[in-house]
């Protein structure tokens, strides 16, 4: 089994790039399950009702989210309607949505888990706890178990690496919107990356307008930033195989493509 991941979508030429390379990778790596983070893909923060629409027609099989999940107000009505859509699992209890789904994949579940760092991000409950908690709920029913650690700080994400090495098939991080070059299957059979990347305006700063981000940081006040355009963005994603015969992860791939318009 083939699974690729992609990283954080940001805004229209995020989506531009996506739907140009998916096609690509899933013919030449053969993928059966396809998975994005979409909380930056609608205006670079949060994600709408056509957004949604037009990520599943690319062939992406679900949505993971983070801390701009609720920034487009509209995703209220749709969020507990949309199972492929999920949002960071240790939102308290109440919250909208939900935080995992199973699918079907060859004959095999697969669990798609989505987390929220605590380092540097808005107050959340405990990413570890809850991840257990959820294991404790479906580890016996699901071969193949994935999270996406929406997180800021890389001591987090790996902590939960190694928290959960041996009892998941892969943890990746996002938010960051900078590839790391981490990638590896821990010694219990976890895959890890510290972060996936951003699919978006490679001439920019994380896929927003440079000069906004530099003004900001030259006089403290605050600014408005808008999504960056251009003619060349960056697709980042990772594949992860799984053996059939075990269910273990036998290898991850790091992907980065450069796509000129």
């Known amino acids: 089994m083939n699974i690729m991941m992609i990283g954080d979508i940001c805004g229209q030429p995020g989506r531009r790039t996506a739907a140009h390379f998916i096609p690509l990778l899933k013919e030449k790596y053969n ?11 609608a205006g670079g923060v949060g994600i709408t009702a056509n957004v949604l629409k037009e990520l599943f027609s690319m062939g992406i099989d679900s949505i993971t989210t983070g801390n701009h999940v609720w920034d487009k107000k509209e995703v209220f009505d749709f969020i507990d309607l949309e199972s492929n859509l999920i949002r960071p699992a240790n939102y308290p209890p109440g919250t909208p949505g939900r935080g995992f789904h199973i699918l079907s994949v060859q004959g095999r579940n697969v669990a798609i888990i989505n987390l929220l760092g605590r380092v540097f991000m808005p107050p959340i409950d405990c ?11 479906i580890k016996d029913t699901c071969e193949v178990i994935i999270i996406d650690f929406h997180a800021e700080a890389t001591s987090e994400k790996l902590s939960l690496g190694w928290y959960l090495d041996g009892q998941v098939s892969c943890i990746a991080g996002t938010h960051t919107h900078i590839q790391t070059a981490d990638e590896r299957v821990l010694p219990q059979g976890t895959a890890y990356i510290s972060d996936i990347g951003m699919v978006g305006t490679l001439n920019s700063v994380l896929g927003v307008d440079k000069e906004p ?15 960056a355009t251009g003619n060349e963005s960056i697709f980042c994603a990772i594949i992860i195989k799984i053996d059939p015969s075990s269910n273990k992860v036998s290898e991850i ?7 000129k318009f």
């Open 31 to 41: 993928l059966d399950l396809i998975i994005a983070n979409g909380e930056n893909s």
């Open 127 to 137: 990413p570890f706890r809850t991840a257990s908690e959820i294991l404790c709920e």
């Open 213 to 227: 981000v530099i003004k900001k940081f030259l006089t403290g006040l605050p600014t408005r930033f808008t999504v």
């Open 253 to 259: 791939t790091r992907i980065q493509e450069n796509l």
